[in-house]
């Protein structure tokens, strides 16, 4: 039986990442401490809503320095977003994933979501 329950997992598993999508592009834009604008290769501009993390909005306490914070990660750097849905407002929500500040030639292995919540300029958010 544990046989059954590993084959389903493996197929659960796969049919998730199926279903996720990678989009890779510069950030030309940083609207807040969770909010980007990717540029991809055919000119298209994309609104990210970074997944799992909440940022004060600018006018908030703390608001223009994590705005600053994500700046300093992404802004004018090539990210991969690694996502699956979109948000109520059709944004994408997922993933940004940058090359370290201290290795711009290195694989992008920097959650900048991560990052944010590290420097506490941003909080986990479950939806």
Known sequence: MQA???TFAFLLLASIAARAETLVGTVVG???GDTV???DADHQ???IRVGGVDAPEKAQPYGQRS???MSALVFGKEVDVQWDK???YRRIVGKVMVAPPDCPTC???LDAGLAQITTGLA???EK
Do not use: E, F, I, M
Request: charged content about 30%; hydrophobic content about 30%; proline content about 4%.
């Open 4 to 6: 059954g329950h590993l």
């Open 30 to 32: 940083v609207a807040d």
């Open 37 to 39: 604008t990717v540029l």
């Open 45 to 47: 501009q994309h609104k």
């Open 67 to 69: 705005k600053q914070s």
């Open 86 to 88: 979109r948000d109520r």
């Open 107 to 109: 694989p992008k292995t």
């Open 123 to 125: 909080w986990w958010y």
